[in-house]
């Protein structure tokens, strides 16, 4: 029997950790009440809708995209497509209707990407804002949140405060900076292919050819 199912993601951007990707399958009226895009609702609600989702939903997986994997040869904008793909793989049956919040600027060209590494026969569907008007896509987007700031948890409890783990937070920058300055290398959980990353290393060097 078909359905519909949902795909998004959480932490394509940060220079720590790990990306997340999300599949809900179910109907949208199935979903709980209250179901938004992540970023319109506070870490609290997030949590309590999180099993609600699970328990409506025919079937649910998460993916995890970790930073090894990252920084390797893919480009990033191939990982999300292959990450959206593989979180479809897991629920999605035949003739399944799957809509994606579009990871790209061109959302049809990122619905293409998508369906082209499917086996299954789905009717693929993306654009931009559908975490915000899909209950599917939002309650997809919920469980990837939630993964990922259960991931960030755990970084916190290995490396101390290291922020968010956005480039823009200086939480993040402080922690890089003084993780680099006292081990002349980056943190296992950075993402070394990043900018941030780059200039955190091209500062410390800088300081150490000063020095001589």
């Not at 179901?35 to 309590?48: G, N, P, W």
Request: charge should be negative.
């Amino acid at each position: 029997m078909s359905a519909r199912v949902g795909v998004d993601e959480a932490g394509k951007g940060p220079v720590l950790g790990s990306m997340f990707a999300a599949a809900v399958r179910g109907t949208p009226d199935g979903m709980p009440a209250g179901v938004d895009d992540s970023k319109a609702l506070d870490h609290q609600r997030r949590l309590e809708l999180a099993p609600a989702i699970r328990e409506r939903a025919s079937r649910v997986a998460v993916v995890e995209v970790p930073v090894a994997k990252i920084d390797g040869d893919t480009d990033m904008n191939t990982l999300t497509v292959d990450a959206h793909a593989d979180a479809v793989a897991s629920v999605a049956s035949a003739d399944d209707r799957v809509v994606h919040d579009a990871a790209d600027t061109n959302a049809v060209r990122f619905e293409r990407r998508v369906a082209d590494r499917l086996a299954t026969d789905c009717e693929v569907r993306a654009h931009h804002g559908a975490d915000a008007d899909d209950p599917l896509v939002a309650a997809a987007s919920i469980l990837a949140k939630v993964r990922r700031e259960a991931h960030v948890e755990r970084l916190h409890e290995e490396y101390g405060d290291c922020g968010s783990g956005y480039p823009s937070d200086p939480t993040t920058r402080a922690f890089l900076e003084s993780y680099v300055e006292t081990n002349e290398e980056l943190p296992a959980c950075a993402r070394a292919s990043w900018q941030t990353s780059r200039d955190v290393l091209a500062a410390i060097e800088q300081v150490d050819l000063g020095q001589f």
